[in-house]
């Protein structure tokens, strides 16, 4: 009998282990959710397609061009993302998504690749669906938000993602572009999109929401009728007074709203803070139901000056602030890819220090659908989703007389006040507040 050397494998074992990296997170597609989630975060039942679209916005200035007191102009070419309800033959080849964020300097931008539950190019399924606009962040891709966009388009919404070709968020000498290009896109995107959905028969153009992600929050707000301020410091950011036109009384300031809105979500909006884009007088602007969703730590873009400080002051708004306590920016992209966990830079473009991002996702695809069902669709029947018992989900009790199952989720009613659609013991950390037009 040859005798093994036993005490060595533990060894070879942990030297082996040293060598490869050990990263922990979920592996599959982001818009599937775990068993924690709340009830209306699961998947719809439509199977899901997805295609790209090339459009051509023709004779726009080039932001950073400018020299000798003009602007340079040229056509301005943006890629969307389309999502949408679809017919999906069995065994089909889902998506797997691939993009880049900027690494720390002087790194090169990160790759990364996502599952996905979508088919590339399957055929449509049903017609005039609901249109959402999506804005991602600041040097973001969309391909870092199909948490939501899938998750959308299986409920029979079809889902339009913007990719805007940021400049790197590395190089603060180019700030002016999304300040000025971000609701530009997100108008031309919505206005091309309405008609050329609705010809195909895809979309209802009358039922259109936009939803938008740090700079894209700051985009579709703006998009959505909140005014910028001419005596905003965004004006001295872009150079040649370019921006200036497009402010309240500018000579192009009607260049930048969507019509017909029927609901914005602005998730970790960037244009309050410092940067002060609208001023209490321009958010009035907004009459279009609202559904701000921040965390309570966002040094980033401001939590009391940036998402409360809009609640506070869109005052013409039905409007919703859902707040995640102790949480940061960080709270609109997927669950980190495990190519983004080897270095702290890269998994904090996904990743909030104290929340989970999958349940932080969960939450948020839990109220953007009671959100958008109800005031896109009309289902008045999601107020109850959103008219929860106790504003602070820490005070909600679940009655000791109720002896559903462990996993049941929350009426939100008859002495229950954990929030409707949450499990026991998981409508925590969390606050939503509710004001009406005109309220104080």
């Known amino acids: 009998m040859i005798m093994r050397p036993k005490a060595k494998l533990p060894v070879l074992i942990l030297a082996f282990a040293?060598?490869?990296?050990?990263?922990?997170?979920?592996?599959?597609?982001?818009?599937?959710?775990?068993?924690?989630?709340?009830?209306?975060?699961?998947?719809?039942?439509?199977?899901?397609?997805?295609?790209?679209?090339?459009?051509?916005q023709r004779k726009q200035e080039d932001?950073?061009?400018?020299?000798?007191?003009?602007?340079?102009?040229?056509?301005?070419?943006?890629?969307?993302?389309?999502?949408?309800?679809a017919v999906v033959p069995e065994g089909a080849k889902r998506e797997t998504y691939a993009a880049s964020l900027p690494s720390e300097p002087p790194a090169p931008p990160a790759n990364f690749t996502v599952p996905g539950i979508a088919v590339r190019?399957?055929?449509?399924?049903?017609?005039?669906?609901?249109?959402?606009?999506?804005?991602?962040?600041?040097?973001?891709?969309?391909?870092?938000?199909?948490?939501?966009?899938?998750?959308?388009?299986?409920?029979?919404?079809?889902?339009?993602?913007?990719?805007?070709?940021?400049?790197?968020?590395t190089d603060k000498t180019k700030f002016a572009q999304p300040l000025v290009r971000r609701p530009l896109d997100v108008a031309y995107v919505t206005e091309t999109l309405k008609g050329i959905l609705a010809r195909e028969h895809l979309i209802d153009p009358s039922r259109v929401a936009l939803v938008g992600y740090s700079m894209g929050g700051y985009g579709v707000l703006t998009a959505a009728g909140a005014t910028l301020d001419p005596n905003s410091p965004i004006m001295a950011m872009v150079p040649g007074a370019l921006l200036n036109r497009y402010a309240r009384g500018g000579s192009k300031s009607g260049a930048l709203a969507v019509k017909g809105v029927r609901a914005v979500v602005a998730i970790a909006p960037a244009g309050g803070g410092t940067l002060a884009a609208w001023g209490a007088e321009g958010l009035r602007g907004i009459n279009t139901p609202l559904l701000l969703i921040a965390g309570s730590l966002d040094h980033r873009v401001g939590y009391g000056n940036g998402a409360r400080m809009i609640f506070d002051n869109a005052t013409n708004a039905e409007r919703y602030l859902l707040t995640f306590k102790e949480a940061g920016h960080s709270i609109g992209l997927n669950p980190a890819p495990d190519a983004m966990r080897a270095k702290l830079w890269d998994q904090d473009w996904f990743e909030d220090p104290v929340w989970r991002a999958e349940r932080v996702n969960a939450v948020n695809a839990h109220f953007i659908t009671a959100f958008l069902d109800r005031y896109v669709r009309g289902e008045v029947s999601?107020?109850?989703?959103?008219?929860?018992?106790?504003?602070?989900?820490?005070?909600?009790?679940?009655?000791?007389?109720?002896?559903?199952?462990?996993?049941?989720?929350?009426?939100?009613?008859?002495?229950?006040?954990?929030?409707?659609?949450?499990?026991?013991?998981?409508?925590?950390?969390?606050?939503?507040?509710?004001?009406?037009?005109?309220?104080?």
């Not at 060598?19 to 924690?36: I, N």
């Not at 002495?415 to 309220?439: C, E, I, M, T, Y």
Request: hydrophobic share 40%; proline share 10%; glycine share 10%.
């Open 63 to 85: 932001v950073l061009s400018f020299a000798g007191g003009s602007f340079q102009k040229g056509d301005r070419a943006l890629t969307v993302d389309l999502w949408y309800p």
């Open 382 to 440: 999601r107020d109850s989703y959103l008219n929860v018992p106790v504003p602070d989900a820490d005070a909600g009790t679940w009655p000791a007389t109720d002896t559903s199952p462990y996993a049941a989720f929350s009426s939100g009613a008859n002495g229950n006040s954990v929030w409707k659609g949450f499990q026991r013991s998981h409508a925590v950390g969390l606050d939503l507040q509710k004001a009406g037009p005109h309220a104080n």
């Open 18 to 56: 040293r060598l490869v990296p050990c990263f922990a997170g979920p592996s599959g597609p982001p818009s599937e959710f775990g068993v924690d989630a709340p009830e209306l975060a699961r998947l719809g039942d439509s199977a899901v397609g997805v295609r790209t679209l090339a459009l051509v």
């Open 121 to 169: 190019d399957a055929p449509p399924a049903g017609k005039a669906h609901p249109l959402v606009v999506v804005s991602h962040g600041n040097s973001n891709v969309p391909a870092a938000m199909t948490w939501l966009t899938e998750n959308l388009a299986s409920k029979g919404y079809v889902v339009a993602a913007i990719r805007h070709d940021d400049p790197p968020l």
